[in-house]
Structures are given as C-alpha cells and as structure tokens.
C-alpha cells in the first residue's frame, strides 16, 4: 500500500512564476514536452479570465474584503498532491485518473470552499502524475489577536463574526496541517493510499539540490572527458610522430635498396646488412604505429562508456527524484516548516 502525498506552501504577489510553471508557458527541464499534451486544466476559469495569477485576483476582489491587502501578505497556498510513483502509474494504468481528479476536487471543496479553489491542474508530462491546486485563503471570523493586546485595548463594541478576511496562517495552523493529512489520507484510502507515519523526521531532497547533485555529475563527467581527450591527442601525436617515421625509413629504404641493387649488380654484398636492419626499424615502427592506434581506440571506447554511464545516472538520478517527490517524506515537509 503506497502513501498520500499533500504539500502546502505559502505563496505571495500575483505568484507568477509559479503560474508560468503551472500553465506550462515556460516547458521545465524535467518535463517531457511529447507529453505535455496530456496536461489538463481541472477548473475552467471564468470568461476573461486568463490564467491562475488572474483566478488569484478576481477571487480576492470579488470575496468582500473589508482590509487592505498588505504587500507582503499571502494570496494563495500552492497545494500539490500526489502518490507513490508506483501507486500513481497503477493508478493512471487502471484508467482510474480522471476519477482521482474528481475526488481531488471534492476533498479540497469541501475543505476550504468550492469559491476559494481557483484553479487544479492535472501534470502528466513529468515521471509522477500530480495536481497543482491553487487556494485562496479566504476565511470567516473576527481576527485572532494576542493576548496582550485583548488586555491592554478596551473593546467598545463587538465586531462580526463572520467578517470575511485574507488570513493563510488561519488555514496553515500545525494542528489543521495535521488535519489535512489524516481527512486527505482517508480521501484516497480507495486508491490504496495511505497516510504516512504522524511526526516522522525525514528529510525530502530539495529540486535545488537534486539539480545541484546533477550538475557537480555532469562537472566531474567532463573533468574525466578532458582528462580523456587530452590521453587521446596525445596518442595521437604519438601516432603522428610514428607515422612521420615509417615514412622517413621507407624514403631511406626505397635509397637503400637501390644502392642495394646497384652493389648487388656489380656482385658486391654492400648494402644487405644496412637493409636488414632497416626492415627491423620498419617492423618495429609499424608495431608502435599499431599500439598507438590500439590506444587511442581503447580512450575513445573509455569515453563513450564514460558518457553512456553519465547518462544512465542522470536517468536513474531523475528517475530517484520523482520517486522521491511522491515518497511519504514529502507529505511531512510542509509540517517540519512551520514547527522550525
């Protein structure tokens, strides 16, 4: 039985970046363009509307705010669900998908408000299928103020209580964080997901740093090619050099040879010695001429193995990624943040 994943983060401004992530106008290095296709929008946006940074500020200005919005306040909670790699596959396998959807859409409806989720995205274009849900933290109720404070001022009138307030941290709490992950995990149990251990400790690798680990591969891949490539040229002027040689001796056979012939003509042993020999050198030669290519022949099998491995490791190293985004230490990730 695999695990729920349910991570929630506080996002701030018109959140752009995030949208053109989300709405894929930007295409991230770890998607697979041939499949972006299957990318879907779960929530249509209203007429003129048209992206989630624009769903963002209708919700907020159609939600009856009595505030101002502060500039650095939260507008919306990215929220991204999904499950274990090999849960989330069986699943989309069983053409159970759009039904997990839907009932994605009703958990988060019914939590915070059909009105509050402004757009759900459906990813299908990176290794785990998931959703990106956008929500806007509007809540209802007087504003929580500290103790203190309630002491100190003197109230001269009670104030609403169902005064409608931009209030992420209200929805954010440890204890509703902990919530979710339970009334979630119960959501999906018909999926065969489960929840993952209350408190656990361990640590998700961020994307930072799965992209770091993949770049200081790629450095030391390329030190090794350079240090390759620099064995292999000089192998080659080795071979160069050889090759320079035999050339030399057969110009100095070829002469020999005829002064060979010329002697042999005349019936004077001259030269047959001084040929021998040179047909030593040139044997020889052609044997450091062989060796020299034989090296070179092995560097360049030592670099296209090299580079064939790389690339098998930043497939396995994206391949561990994915697993490791729908791996249960993600669902704890929002809740370590907010007990630091």
Request: hydrophobic share 30%.
């Amino acid at each position: 039985m695999g695990f729920v994943v349910l991570h929630m983060e506080k996002a701030h401004g018109s959140d752009s970046g995030t949208t053109a992530h989300i709405e894929r106008f930007i295409i991230p290095k770890n998607a697979d363009p041939t499949r972006t296709h299957l990318n879907r929008r779960l929530i249509e946006y209203p007429d003129g509307i048209k992206d989630r940074s624009a769903a963002i500020q209708q919700r907020l200005e159609e939600a009856g705010l009595t505030r101002k919005i502060g500039s650095n306040q939260v507008r919306a909670i990215r929220i991204n669900v999904s499950g274990t790699h090999e849960d989330m596959k069986r699943i989309e396998e069983e053409g159970r998908l759009d039904e997990w959807c839907a009932d994605n859409l009703k958990y988060f409806a019914d939590t915070f408000g059909k009105e509050n989720i402004v757009a759900a995205h459906l990813h299908r274009d990176e290794e785990t299928p998931h959703i990106h849900v956008t929500l806007v933290p509007i809540v209802k109720g007087e504003r929580k103020r500290r103790k203190r404070e309630e002491q100190t001022k003197k109230r001269y009138r009670k104030k609403p209580t169902d005064t409608v307030r931009l209030c992420a941290d209200d929805i954010m709490t440890r204890l509703k964080l902990k919530s979710y992950q339970d009334t979630y995990a119960v959501a999906m149990a018909k999926y065969g997901l489960q929840r993952g251990i209350d408190g656990s400790k361990a640590r998700h690798k961020s994307t930072q740093q799965y992209y770091r680990d993949i770049q200081k591969l790629s450095d030391d891949l390329k030190a090794e090619v350079v240090d390759l490539q620099q064995q292999k040229e000089t192998a080659q002027e080795e071979l160069r050099r050889a090759k320079k040689e035999i050339q030399t001796e057969k110009l100095k056979g070829a002469a020999t040879t005829a002064a060979a012939n010329i002697a042999e003509s005349v019936g004077s042993l001259f030269g047959s010695n001084k040929v021998k020999t040179l047909e030593r050198e040139n044997t020889a030669l052609h044997k450091e001429v062989a060796d020299h290519e034989e090296t070179i022949e092995a560097l360049q099998d030592r670099i296209q193995t090299m580079q064939a491995d790389h690339s098998r490791e930043i497939r396995e190293m994206q391949q561990k990624h994915g697993r490791e985004i729908a791996d249960k230490d993600t669902r704890h990730k929002q809740e370590i943040s907010f007990l630091k």
